[in-house]
């Protein structure tokens, strides 16, 4: 993990088109200011994780109705 120090109003580059640039400080909080493609999802981490635990709950439930849908289709198949 590369730790760096910034003074309020200075920033860090990422590559040629992010920019976190430090906007507030009081005694307890960091304020940060992201400058990113639309393309690219800024998340704080709580919500990036709540997002990977739904994905994974969809895709189960995804997994199993397609299944039910290849049973129902093989027993049709063994009907015929």
Do not use: C, F
């Amino acid at each position: 993990m590369l730790v760096l120090t910034r003074k309020l109003g200075e920033s860090i580059r990422i590559a040629d088109n992010i920019v976190i640039k430090v906007v507030d400080l009081d005694s307890r909080h960091v304020k940060l200011g992201i400058e990113a493609p639309r393309a690219i999802a800024v998340n704080r981490e709580e919500i990036y994780e709540k997002i990977q635990q739904e994905n994974k709950a969809a895709s189960a439930s995804s997994d199993s109705g397609l299944k039910s849908i290849a049973d129902a289709l093989r027993n049709d198949a063994k009907k015929k």
